[in-house]
């Protein structure tokens, strides 16, 4: 069975020069990590914003259920995309 692609395959190389090229794309990876890393630890310690038991959620109910389900315990209140 013969298959066929749209786009080209990469070029055949020998395991040196596919090693060294590996290396570098794994340098690239560690480094783009380390930078959304970076970014996730910012995004943590952007201040917070105190939410006033009036104020209505997006489906038109009022907050005012917060103080009793976090009971005092401010380590479990959510945090947005969290």
Do not use: F
């Given at each position: 069975?013969?298959?066929?692609?749209?786009?080209?395959?990469?070029?055949?190389?020998?395991?040196?020069?596919w090693q060294a090229r590996i290396d570098?794309?794994?340098?690239?990876?560690?480094?783009?990590?380390?930078?959304?890393?970076?970014?996730?630890?910012?995004?943590?310690?952007?201040?917070?914003?105190?939410?006033?038991?009036?104020?209505?959620?997006?489906?038109?109910?009022p907050t005012a259920q917060w103080p009793?389900?976090?009971?005092?315990?401010?380590?479990?209140?959510?945090?947005?995309?969290?």
């Amino acid at each position: 069975m013969t298959t066929t692609t749209d786009r080209p395959l990469p070029p055949v190389t020998d395991r040196a020069t596919w090693q060294a090229r590996i290396d570098e794309l794994r340098v690239r990876e560690k480094a783009h990590t380390r930078a959304g890393d970076a970014l996730a630890a910012e995004r943590r310690r952007l201040p917070m914003v105190g939410v006033d038991a009036q104020t209505m959620t997006l489906d038109g109910r009022p907050t005012a259920q917060w103080p009793r389900v976090a009971a005092g315990r401010s380590d479990d209140l959510a945090a947005p995309g969290h």
